[in-house]
């Protein structure tokens, strides 16, 4: 069993004020591999008043220089020790280590980013606006605010929510996914040695007790959460009691607009990795093909091939592409989608089945003769299938591809210029790619449109998110 640790809050670790505890699984296995503190109210209560103390006393008064040289002690300790979060992270989420890795990689330099970006926060200079007065316009931070992860990236999560704030001048309370909570404990532990009791919070439980409990407190003043857009709605209404912000990064169902000029073996080879990296648990995960009639078969063809020759296994071997997903429920779930699909007339080219009868282990799958409005069209499946639909003009696909009630990530495949710039205008999407597909470095927004819910993770936008102006008038 791995360490047992309980709540962070006020740079101590306690267990839950009724004692309660939780099973943590590994998917790829279904054993248990640890046990986490379910939260109570009163632990929720603990934790805001914690970081609200904090705030007021220590870290309202650092400087940024400071803030700044803590989250880069905080990204060297997690770096000197990734090995660990890599592990950790392989076992409660069933990603092969290399991906684990990777992502650790990734969220390390998005701290060291936060770090650099909030030496000079931007914004409108110090002038005389009104004649006699001096206006003095400041950004300021928050106060406390709440980050509630989902379980398909943890830790990296976990990143995007709390050192932004901290950059800007918040504090945080965390509470990671139930499923997933291993590495942002760990996380905490390093935690304690870098910034002062009550700046950095970490509570584990349900969604119900702890996310909408920190939805609710009145000291919180904004709740960043990233998960399904229904969850999305219900923590807008629950942040609406208090008037939070809410910062709201939720499902997708991205759509990939090939047309016949389209390098396909460029597409397919890119969508080895987008469509079924963290075995299609992913928010930007390309999903819909949507395809002009004169590739349609080539489309459908290479994309099977590709599809039968991901190599799925387990997350500790060496060679494995993709692992297991996140439980043996949700991957059920996820061939319930393909069942329904076939029942309404699909055909599945290649997958559709679990594989071995222990551990949350499926086919990448390809979808094809779907009808648009159907379920495993227009739903996020959050698993490793795909679907492919043909059309044969330019404004049928690109109708198609907004025809959905998400609006993160879409791409566009062609070589024709004029054509690729009138696409990228009309698809109503937060990213749209052009004979590429997203990364999501620290420096560019993301976040998304319409049910994908509203707010920029990552770049100078999120900083400003986490920030309020306040206008100070001095006459003189
Ligand atoms: P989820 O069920 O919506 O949960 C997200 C977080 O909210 C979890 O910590 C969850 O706690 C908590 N929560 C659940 N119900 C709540 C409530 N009523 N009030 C307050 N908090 C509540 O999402 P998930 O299944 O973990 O993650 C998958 C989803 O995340 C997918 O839809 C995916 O597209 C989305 N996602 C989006 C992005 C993006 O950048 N747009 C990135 C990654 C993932 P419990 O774990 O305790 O239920």
């Known amino acids: 069993m791995e360490k047992y640790r309980g709540l962070f809050i006020n740079g101590q670790w306690k267990d839950a004020s009724d004692g309660k505890k939780g099973k943590v699984i ?31 006393e220590v870290w309202s008064d650092t400087t940024p220089g400071e803030r700044a040289a803590m ?7 997690i770096e000197e020790n990734i090995d660990e979060f890599t592990r950790l992270e392989a076992l409660n989420c069933g990603k092969p280590l290399s991906r684990a890795k990777g992502e650790h990689q990734y969220s390390i330099d998005c701290i060291r980013y936060y770090a650099g970006i909030c030496r000079n926060p931007e914004g409108k200079s110090t002038q005389e606006y009104m004649r006699g007065i001096t206006t003095s316009i ?58 002062p009791p009550g700046v950095l919070n970490v509570v584990t439980g349900s969604g119900s007790v702890v996310g909408e409990g920190l939805c609710k407190h009145p000291l919180v003043k904004m709740v960043s959460m990233t998960g399904s857009s229904e969850t999305g709605r219900r923590i807008a209404e629950l942040c609406s009691g208090t008037l939070k912000h809410a910062h709201l990064e939720l499902g997708g169902k991205a759509p990939n607009v090939v047309f016949n000029d389209a390098i396909v073996d460029e597409l397919v080879a890119t969508m080895r990795e987008h469509s079924f990296k963290n075995c299609g648990q992913d928010c930007g995960q390309a999903c819909r093909f949507i ?20 190599k799925i296994g387990d997350p500790f071997a060496p060679d494995t592409e993709q692992g297991a997903l996140i439980t043996v429920a949700h991957m059920k779930e996820v061939q319930e989608y393909v069942e329904r699909a076939v029942k309404e007339g699909a055909v599945i080219e290649t997958g559709g089945k679990r594989i071995g009868d222990k551990g949350a282990f499926f086919e990448p799958t390809v979808i094809t003769n779907v009808d648009q409005k159907s379920e495993i069209v227009q739903h996020e499946v959050f698993g490793p299938v795909v679907t492919i639909q043909k059309f044969e003009t330019e404004e049928e696909g690109l109708a198609m591809a907004n025809d959905c009630m998400y609006g993160l990530a879409a791409s566009v495949w062609t070589m024709d210029a004029k054509r690729s710039l009138r696409m990228a205008r009309k698809l109503h999407f937060g990213t749209v790619c052009v004979n590429t597909y ?17 707010g920029k993770d990552m770049s100078g936008y999120a900083f400003e998110e986490y920030t309020q102006i306040k206008c100070v008038d001095m006459a003189f």
């Open 26 to 56: 590994n998917p790829a296995t279904e054993e248990v591999i640890a046990e986490y503190a379910i939260a109570t109210e009163e632990d929720v209560d603990l934790a805001v008043q914690a970081a609200q103390k904090a705030y007021d």
């Open 291 to 310: 395809v002009q009639s004169g590739v349609y078969d080539e489309v459908v063809q290479k994309m099977t091939e590709m599809a039968k020759a991901v």
């Open 71 to 77: 989250l880069y002690k905080m990204a060297n300790l």
């Open 138 to 195: 400041r950004r300021e931070p928050l106060g406390v605010t709440a980050g509630l992860c989902p379980w398909n990236y943890p830790l990296m999560m976990f990143v995007w929510k709390a050192f932004v704030s901290l950059a800007a001048g918040n504090t945080v309370v965390i509470k990671p996914a139930s499923i997933t909570p291993l590495t942002a404990l760990y996380l905490a532990e390093l935690a304690a040695d870098v910034f």
């Open 438 to 454: 997203s990364g999501a470095p620290a420096e560019l927004p993301w976040g998304g449109f319409n049910q994908s819910g509203y």
